[in-house]
Each structure stands twice: as structure tokens, then as C-alpha cells.
């Protein structure tokens, strides 16, 4: 006994274009994921290098609990005034000096807001 389902059809093809979407769509995906999260570079140099100091003392302590220049307390946002009374240039050395308390964060801060200002020489001590 010989069971007929019906008429034999021909084999469609697969379609590529659902899967071709789908790259697309990954593919736009992970370009535009690439694009967050960019790391700002603030240049700073290593203390110890052969160049000479030279003009009023700059040294910004960086401590947990704020800044302070040349021993005095001072907000971030006043920093960057009292900086320009001290130098003559822009690209006078200005010294910043971690304490043990402080954090990574707290120096960062410190260098983008004096690179902000226009402060190009950071010189940063252990």
C-alpha cells in the first residue's frame, strides 16, 4: 500500500537576505558600541627629569580630602586662578603630588582642570 501526501513540489532556495539583515544589523551594532567609552589622554611627566625649576613654588597636593597649593587649602575651581598668579607662562612646570590617601580620580581631576586652563607642563611626584 502506497500513501500519496500530493503533488511533489520543487525545492524552494533558501533566501540570504534575513541572514544578510541580521550581519548588518550586528555589524552597525558594533560600530557604533566602538564608538563610547574614548579615554582622554592628559600628558604628564615623571618628576626626576634634568630641566630646571625655575619661579615661585607650584606644588598641588592632591589629598582625600582636597587640594592643596603650596600648603594651602584650595577648591579645584579656585586652583586654576591662584595657578595663573603664579606662573608666567602656560608652560611653566606645575607640580602635582599624590598623597597615599588620595585617589587615581582625585589626580585625574586635578591634571583636566589645570589642562583645561591651558597648563601644558605637569610634572607629577611620587
Known amino acids: ?55 615661585p613654588p607650584r606644588l598641588v597636593l592632591v589629598t582625600a580630602d582636597g587640594l592643596r597649593l603650596n600648603g594651602i587649602p584650595v577648591q579645584t ?13 602656560k608652560s611653566d612646570a606645575i607640580l602635582l603630588q599624590p598623597d597615599a590617601s588620595a585617589s587615581l580620580q582625585q589626580l585625574m581631576d586635578a591634571a583636566e582642570a589645570l589642562t583645561g586652563a591651558g597648563f601644558t607642563q605637569l610634572v607629577v611626584m611620587e
Open 77 to 89: 575651581e579656585a586652583l586654576v586662578e591662584q595657578m595663573s598668579k603664579l606662573t608666567r607662562e
Open 1 to 55: 500500500m502506497t500513501l500519496i501526501f500530493g503533488t511533489p513540489r520543487a525545492k524552494r532556495r533558501l533566501s540570504l537576505a534575513p541572514m544578510i539583515d541580521v550581519v548588518f544589523l550586528l555589524l552597525v551594532f558594533f560600530m557604533l558600541a566602538s564608538q563610547f567609552g574614548h579615554d582622554r589622554a592628559v600628558p604628564l611627566a615623571m618628576a626626576g627629569g634634568s630641566a630646571a625649576y625655575s619661579g
